[in-house]
């Protein structure tokens, strides 16, 4: 069965560090593979997706994640950490035409 | 004004009682879909609608039940609320699959609370 693991349920950091989550999947087929962020008292918006071609996928806010197929990763980044960054950030996979499974999601923290 | 609203926003109840979350969207788009966040455990699906007419449980259907009014109106109800329902209920929508991937769009959530 398809799954989305993501290492580190809470990530802190320094405002201007690097930001690093990290998400694992398990799937047959290579799915298509997203990520979410969810600022407090709202619903998730995209931060960008991976579909084919190019593995460095570019998203909103700064954010990029790269699909390594040899490792089934798809591990999110930003070179300088900001405190509008606070969020819970998810990732998803999705097969079958629209069956998508979610990551338990990591809450980032950034210290000023 | 947000393409897909959620209400209400907030809702505390008591065991035992049928609750109604309601859900609207004007992206025009005929996938619906309902999920429960609970911490920890990321978001699980309820129940999706591709359209009017077609109605699917998800993986944890139990204790739920949907309708959809129109394209545009997808509703989820708790017919007897118990506290283990007690979570943060979301509604989103996506446009029919294409090659790229389908992106879902969010409410900004119902948080439910059963005492």
């Known amino acids: 069965a398809q799954s989305v693991t993501q290492l580190g349920s809470h990530v802190s950091v320094s405002e201007g560090a690097l930001v690093l989550l990290r998400c694992n999947y398990s799937?047959?087929?290579?799915?298509?593979l997203f990520w979410y962020v969810q600022y407090p008292n709202q619903g998730l918006q995209l931060l960008l997706k991976y579909t084919t071609g190019a593995t460095l996928v570019k998203g909103i806010n700064g954010f990029e994640a790269e699909f390594k197929k040899s490792e089934t990763s798809f591990h999110l980044t930003k070179p300088s950490a900001h405190m509008s960054d606070a969020a819970e950030y998810f990732c998803?996979?999705?097969?079958?035409?629209?069956?998508?499974?979610f990551g338990a999601g990591t809450r980032l923290f950034v210290k000023a | 004004d947000a393409d897909v609203t959620q209400t209400p926003r907030n809702r505390i109840t008591k065991t035992g009682k049928r609750i109604m979350l309601e859900c609207s969207q004007t992206k025009g788009h005929d996938r619906m879909y309902w999920y429960r966040q609970d911490p920890g455990l990321g978001l699980r699906l309820i129940y999706y609608?591709?359209?009017?007419?077609?109605?699917n449980k998800g993986e944890i259907s139990d204790g739920y039940s949907v309708s959809r009014q129109a394209q545009a109106k997808f509703s989820l109800s708790l017919e007897s609320a118990i506290p283990n329902q007690t979570a943060l209920y979301f509604c989103?929508?996506?446009?029919?699959?294409?090659?790229?991937?389908?992106?879902?769009?969010f409410g900004p959530g119902t948080r439910l609370t059963v005492l």
């Open positions: 799937s047959s087929v290579p799915p298509y």
């Open positions: 998803a996979a999705q097969t079958g035409g629209f069956k998508t499974i």
């Open positions: 609608s591709f359209d009017v007419k077609d109605i």
């Open positions: 989103a929508t996506s446009a029919p699959f294409r090659a790229g991937g389908n992106e879902q769009f």
